[in-house]
């Protein structure tokens, strides 16, 4: 019998692995993929109920990376990821809590209440890592990490990271930085949106730096969200309006049927191919998710690892539709 739309699944023994990479600053690795809680519900007050559900699953299968952000749900998100945390079963030491400094929050007297809010929020002496959200190109970067550098020493979090840097941001960071470095880099990243992430990787890896892959399935197009035409509902429209523009949108559904039949003669889930090409870029993929199901699905995907040449010419065909 078909499950109800927005039942709870039912929890499912046996989650893939999910390795860790690495960090050079905070003592704990870093899980190779985690769950966002930014579009979880897009915090419509109706959804929250299945909102929880979603991140409690995650955690009952297996998941020990989250990430939040003061400005998801204005801090709806960051309360109720403290709660779920809170009432799991999982030690602290088992998890990697991350949550964001706004853009909008980057002078010193800023950055301490936003962060000081945070852990109030997470209900949390200490998160594993805290990330500028984005830069302010009005705030001084030296300012911002200063600020965050006390943070860190007074123990609020174990390492600091950043979002949305380039190459030449990153560098002012870290030079702004004197007892520690900056560890991560959060960045859009998916075989469709290359840019950024392929902008920042080779100085990211030669400097020891982690890049957090965001919206690894294109807002679920890459795993087979909207290829049988049906449109996207006018809030998802709204959030992710880069690729809604009709043009672009149009040439990537044709792009992501084709990955779609590879994935189908390679006989692996078509978000393993998403997933894995990140994973052989190097990146930590961080994916979101409204349901538990589909946080079972994202796992059984990243429990199929595609072949060199499955990823290579799912390559092919989004980079022909993105010079298109
Ligand atoms: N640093 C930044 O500036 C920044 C920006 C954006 C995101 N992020 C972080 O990255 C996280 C992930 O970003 P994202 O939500 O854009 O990533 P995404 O993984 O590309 O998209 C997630 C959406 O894909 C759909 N989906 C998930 N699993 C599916 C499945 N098995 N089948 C079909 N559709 C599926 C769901 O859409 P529906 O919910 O519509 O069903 C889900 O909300 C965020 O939660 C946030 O933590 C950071």
């Known amino acids: 019998m078909p499950r109800k739309k927005d039942a709870p699944a039912a929890p499912k023994a046996g989650a893939p692995a999910i390795g860790t990479v690495p960090l050079k600053v905070g003592g704990k690795p870093h899980p190779e993929l985690g769950l966002g809680l930014w579009s979880l ?3 419509e007050r109706d959804d929250e109920t299945r909102t929880r ?3 409690d699953h995650a955690l009952s299968r297996g998941v020990r990376w989250f990430d939040t952000a003061e400005v998801y749900g204005t801090g ?3 309360r109720l990821l403290g709660d ?3 009432r799991g079963n999982v030690a602290p030491k088992e998890l990697f809590v991350t949550t964001k400094v706004s853009w909008e929050h980057l002078r010193a007297a800023q950055v301490r209440a936003a962060v000081v809010g945070s852990l109030q929020k997470l209900a949390r002496t200490s998160v594993d890592l805290i990330l500028v959200h984005a830069p302010d190109r009005r705030v001084p970067i030296a300012e911002t990490m200063g600020a ?6 007074e123990g609020k979090m174990g390492a600091i990271g950043v979002s949305n840097f380039s190459v030449e941001q990153l560098a002012e960071a870290r030079a702004a930085l004197h007892e520690t470095d900056i560890v991560v880099n959060q960045v859009v990243y998916n075989l469709f949106d290359r840019e950024d992430g392929d902008g920042v990787s080779e100085y990211c890896r030669k400097n020891g730096i982690v890049v957090e892959a965001y919206t690894p399935l294109m807002r679920g197009i890459l795993a087979g969200r909207y290829l049988d035409g049906t449109p996207p509902s006018p809030e998802v429209r709204r959030f992710a309006h880069d690729l809604m523009d009709p043009n672009r949108y149009r040439t990537i559904v044709a792009a992501a049927r084709e990955i779609r039949q590879v994935a189908t003669e390679a006989k692996v889930p078509m978000a393993s191919i998403a997933l894995h090409w990140l994973r ?3 990146a930590a993929v961080l994916f979101g998710a409204s349901r538990p199901e589909q946080v079972d699905e994202i796992l059984e995907a990243w429990g199929h690892r595609p072949s060199d040449a ?6 092919a065909i989004a980079q022909g539709a993105t010079r298109a």
């Open 41 to 43: 519900g897009r915090w």
């Open 53 to 55: 559900a979603t991140a």
């Open 76 to 78: 709806r998100s960051e």
């Open 84 to 86: 779920v945390l809170a």
């Open 148 to 153: 965050l550098e006390a943070l860190w020493k």
């Open 280 to 282: 052989r870029r190097g």
């Open 310 to 315: 499955v990823l290579d010419r799912a390559e």
